[in-house]
């Protein structure tokens, strides 16, 4: 396991402060908000430790504040139903005594099914794709020091880079993902983990098409909700195709769709997540003005 593995593990190690209240911390690095990813992980370990019967098969989500990543937060599990076949939790996030996210998970034991599924698209293996750090060195010669450092979460991208001036302008990404290095038998830590990545490049579909970047100031950009279904246990140790789109783009607001494959070809997760898309004017360092306003 890598040490950034092992520190994610130890981010996703809640620690218990009373019954259905957990605390959980921040990687010690320089951010100006948490990471959504984060925040809804440990949100959904929180939910799960409460759990006794089946494994989360959804979770729905909005980021309602920005984290603040010098502050621990406070997750508060609200055990809304224990069924037979399903459970449901709410959880909430608190900083600086407000709520910053709020989920709603369900559990499910699963059950003789009618079946279906998405045929997994044909791409190149994971193999056959360079390390993330080794192909931004190779397109623009130098990198810069967040991807010299060591991540949990390896990601090979299939085709042009998401920051590449010679990728395709569709509103299309494919990437493998898979945590970097061996992880327990526990089925909601896999699940976290699958959570915690989830969000590390979903909004990249929306923005494809477009000619702005996070740091070139042209845009405000933010994660406004995020919902998963689970439709299969899954291991996050293991290579898994990421396919996402972006069906639209309009009001401030990008829709993005996301689906997770393993190496056999099952589907194993669904995401869809909206984030804002506020164009910035740069004389004023505010919204810009809609098309065609005077």
């Known amino acids: 396991m890598s040490e950034a593995l092992d520190f994610l593990l130890a981010l996703l190690d809640l620690e218990t402060i009373e019954v259905n209240t957990y605390r ?3 990687p010690k690095e320089e951010r100006q908000r948490t990471f959504g990813g984060q925040v809804a992980a440990q949100a959904l370990v929180a939910a799960g430790r ?7 098969h959804s979770l729905h989500s909005y980021f309602l504040r920005p984290g603040d990543p010098s502050t621990p937060i406070l997750y508060e599990v609200d055990r809304i139903r224990d069924g037979r076949s399903f459970t449901t939790r709410r959880v909430v996030a608190i900083q600086h005594g407000r709520a910053i996210y709020n989920m709603q998970a369900s559990f499910h034991v699963d059950e003789v099914s009618l079946e279906h599924q998405f045929t997994m698209p044909e791409v190149p293996g994971p193999e056959t794709i360079a390390p993330l750090a080794e192909r931004v060195q190779a397109e623009f010669g130098v990198i810069d020091e967040w991807f010299r450092r060591p991540h949990p979460i390896d990601q090979r991208f299939i085709g042009e880079l998401p920051w590449s001036p010679q990728r395709a302008r569709e509103p299309r990404q494919r990437l493998w993902i898979r945590a970097d290095g061996d ?26 098409p477009h000619a702005v970047r996070w740091d ?3 845009f405000m950009g933010a994660s406004l909700d995020h919902c998963m279904w689970f439709h299969r246990d899954l291991r996050a140790d293991q290579w898994l195709l990421y396919d996402t789109d972006s069906p639209i783009a309009h009001g401030g607001r990008g829709l993005a769709r996301g689906f997770l494959f393993n190496r056999a070809g099952e589907l194993c997760v669904s995401m869809v997540q909206e984030g804002l898309t506020r164009l910035v004017d740069p004389a004023r360092g505010g919204p810009a003005s809609p098309a065609g306003s005077q």
């Open 24 to 26: 959980g911390q921040h």
């Open 183 to 208: 992880l327990p038998d526990d089925p909601l830590l896999h699940a976290g983990v699958v959570t915690y990545a989830s969000d590390m490049s979903l909004f990249d579909a929306i923005l494809a």
């Open 50 to 56: 409460t759990v006794a019967r089946g494994r989360v």
């Open 216 to 218: 070139d100031g042209s």
